[in-house]
């Protein structure tokens, strides 16, 4: 359920700063959304540029993108926040 764990509301820059912390480099930005690429990574991590990421949908895929479980990226989300 969207905004119901610790993973959620999530600042999108917050997702930007983990990202660039674990290597990713941006790629792109198409309409609302960035892009950041990183060598050996199969898929491009998209990021959400609104404001606050609420469905938690959302960050669990960032996760298995960026290859980190939950306990994790809470790490990276409270050092970065």
């Known amino acids: ?8 509301p999530v600042d999108h ?13 941006h790629r792109s930005t198409t309409g609302s ?3 950041y690429v990183k060598a050996g990574c199969l898929r491009p991590l998209t990021i959400p540029t609104y404001r606050e990421i609420h469905d ?3 960050v669990r895929s960032f996760m298995k ?8 990226f809470l790490e990276l989300k409270a050092a970065h926040e």
């Open 65 to 72: 993108v960026a290859g980190l479980n939950r306990k994790q």
């Open 1 to 8: 359920m969207a905004g119901s764990s610790a993973l959620t």
């Open 13 to 25: 820059r917050t997702l930007i700063k983990i990202a660039e912390h674990l290597g990713f480099k």
């Open 56 to 58: 938690e949908k959302i």
């Open 33 to 35: 959304h960035a892009h």
